[in-house]
């Protein structure tokens, strides 16, 4: 399977643990997307990098959230002190190029829930 | 800013029907319009897709037609089956903006047999 994988599928944790969810993007894709769902909602933009380059984060990004991705390839997302409002669908997505033609593949997303 | 507001779900139908889920969306300049579909227990896919005014996308029966004058993007399809239940989500991405994807927040599709 060739598509976007992420790591792991659900995680149940307590107010104020850390947590960190990894992506493993398609191979050749360089852009690398993370995004938020909450239940009943749409998906909603958290960050992205091309390579290994973090450029741009929304503002749902709070300090308590850091994304890395170290060598271009895969990428980890870490919510320190978790709180329960943070429970949600975490998305990635990876494309081959910006543009018109770009297409965002997605992987099947973390489930977190924060009791 | 920009914002994608598509119609409410859950949406029933019977096999065979007509299907239309309204999206309409605000956005400055000319965006690329996307309609997304989620399947029980799978990841998001892209579903079909159009770039300028007036163009259509289509895939897997569905169409939809990029109305920049309406600034709507409407999804149809002729004939519904039971594989077609889902939720659809509509979304809007600039060029310009490294194209992170912005969603309406989706309408849930359920047809009986």
């Known amino acids: 399977d060739t598509g976007v994988s992420q790591d792991p599928r659900h995680k149940i944790t307590k107010r104020g643990q850390n947590v960190t969810f990894r992506c493993d993007p398609i191979?050749?894709?360089?852009?690398l997307y993370w995004y938020r769902q909450t239940l009943g909602q749409g998906p909603e933009f958290l960050t992205y990098?091309?390579?290994?380059?973090?450029?741009?984060k929304s503002r749902l990004l709070s300090d308590r959230f850091s994304a890395e991705r170290p060598k271009g390839s895969f990428s980890t997302l870490e919510i320190q002190r978790t709180e329960q409002g943070d429970s949600a669908m975490y998305l990635c997505?990876?494309?081959?190029?910006?543009?018109?033609?770009?297409?965002?593949?997605f992987g099947p997303g973390t489930r977190l829930t924060v009791l | 800013g920009n914002s994608v507001t598509q119609m409410e779900g859950p949406v029933t139908l019977s096999e065979e029907a007509f299907l239309t889920i309204n999206c309409t969306y605000t956005?400055?300049?000319?965006?690329?319009l996307f309609w997304y579909v989620q399947y029980p227990g799978e990841g998001l896919q892209l579903l079909l897709k159009?770039?300028?005014?007036?163009d259509k996308g289509s895939n897997k029966g569905f169409e939809a037609t990029y109305r920049k004058e309406t600034t709507s993007f409407h999804l149809e399809k002729g004939s519904v089956q039971v594989s077609d239940s889902a939720v659809y989500f509509c979304?809007?991405?600039?060029?310009?903006?490294?194209?992170?994807?912005?969603f309406g927040s989706g309408t849930r599709l359920s047809i009986r047999p």
């Open positions: 997505a990876s494309s081959l190029r910006q543009g018109a033609n770009n297409e965002q593949f």
């Open positions: 191979s050749e894709h360089n852009r």
């Open positions: 990098f091309q390579n290994e380059a973090q450029l741009e």
């Open positions: 956005a400055t300049g000319y965006p690329s």
């Open positions: 159009a770039t300028k005014a007036d």
């Open positions: 979304a809007l991405s600039y060029y310009s903006s490294a194209s992170k994807i912005i």
